[in-house]
């Protein structure tokens, strides 16, 4: 288990939004939350991310894990250009292949212990660049700019000539190439056209990590999640399936409540 809530609740004032918020996501788990618009789903993003705090109830996140957070209004402020603002999810690849190619040049130059201990430093940081594919992250970072429809050309245009959507899928193919432990991602088809969509569900099929999607896209959450986490009149309720299954399920339950009603109407009556 990577992240869990336990009875969550959250409230301003008197004016309780979630209550007796339950459920669990797995390591690589798929899960959607759903609802209806005002039901506190980014409320609930805001308290798992630690922007806001809840008001009761028990939180986990598994201790070293990272969280990704795509929020609905992404503001970037930057002069860098699109490349170079992907260029900074790498500074620390980017730093060990400058230093290894410093330590290349030192060792030409060494014997005896000195270059024993030089190619034990080098050794490690090889094992690091290679380990966290060093030698690809170019090609992934272009890749991932070109899935969420960005063409060559536009890699040197500055973050602060960009709308708020071109902003916000620059924010988002950050947050992939990261690759944190969970992935929290708050209407992620939002400025996507239809193959940027079909990309982005191939991508997250195989993430490695959990992700946790909030979209009013069935058709999305289908080909996605293995879980449905439904906020309603502030309380939560799992399904274990997918978008059709929550939805059949549902009505199913429905159907249910509704003959339990007759049923109890008819007894009052009697």
Not at 104 to 132: C, D, P, R, V
Not at 136 to 142: A, H, I, M, P, V
């Amino acid at each position: 288990m990577i992240l869990a809530c336990r009875q969550l609740h959250k409230a301003y004032g008197i004016d309780v939004i979630l209550e007796k918020i339950t459920f669990h996501i797995e390591e690589r788990e798929k899960a959607a939350i759903v609802g209806v618009n005002g039901a506190g789903k980014t409320t609930l993003f805001k308290v798992l991310t630690g922007e806001i705090s809840a008001d009761g109830g028990e939180f986990y996140l598994k201790k070293d894990a990272s969280l990704g957070y795509l929020a609905q209004n992404i503001q970037i402020d930057s002069d860098r250009t699109i490349y170079e603002e992907m260029l900074s999810v790498f500074e620390k690849i980017i730093q060990t292949e400058t230093n290894l190619r410093e330590l290349e040049n030192e060792i030409g130059n060494l014997s005896g212990q000195a270059l024993a201990e030089k190619m034990e430093e080098y050794a490690t940081l090889q094992h690091y660049f290679e380990q966290n594919d060093g030698y690809s992250y170019q090609s992934r970072l272009r890749g991932v700019l070109k899935g969420l429809g960005f063409a060559d050309n536009d890699c040197n245009r500055p973050m602060n000539q960009l709308s708020g959507g071109q902003k916000t899928r620059v924010h988002l193919a950050k947050l992939l190439l990261s690759k944190p432990d969970i992935l929290l991602l708050d209407e992620p088809t939002n400025h996507l056209d239809i193959a940027a969509i079909e990309w982005l569900e191939d991508f997250l099929r195989s993430y490695p990590g959990a992700v946790l999607i909030i979209s009013h896209d069935r058709y999305f959450l289908d080909r996605i999640v293995t879980k449905v986490i439904e906020i309603e009149n502030k309380k939560s309720t799992v399904y274990n399936g997918n978008y059709s299954f929550f939805w059949q399920q549902k009505e199913i339950n429905r159907e249910i409540q509704q003959k339990a009603y007759e049923m109890q109407q008819k007894e009052i009556k009697h």
